[in-house]
């Protein structure tokens, strides 16, 4: 049978597609920070930003931004 495609597998041998935080949108509320399960998301000077060597592409900050600041 033919292998699922995974999106986490494919995430960590090209890096891409990649989840995004668009600074214009943020508010810097800090939720996707909360939410991170592996801590792959830092504030800098206000607004959130991923850490794409730690971040797996698993799309939980996706869904709690209030902003759609995620993507
Ligand atoms: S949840 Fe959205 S608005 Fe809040 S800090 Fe994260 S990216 Fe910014
Ligand atoms: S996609 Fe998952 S691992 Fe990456 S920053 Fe968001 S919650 Fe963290």
New binding site residues.
């Given amino acids: 049978m033919e292998k699922q495609y995974d999106v986490r597998e494919q995430h960590t041998h090209t890096r891409a597609p990649y989840?995004y935080i668009q600074p214009m949108l943020c508010t810097g509320c800090g939720v996707?920070l909360e939410?991170?399960?592996?801590q792959?998301?830092r504030m800098e000077e206000g607004k959130a930003v991923?850490d794409k060597e730690?971040?797996?592409?698993?799309?939980?900050?996706?869904r709690v931004c209030p902003e759609g600041a995620?993507m």
């Fill in positions: 989840t996707c939410v991170c399960p592996f792959a998301i991923i730690l971040c797996k592409n698993c799309k939980i900050c996706v995620i």
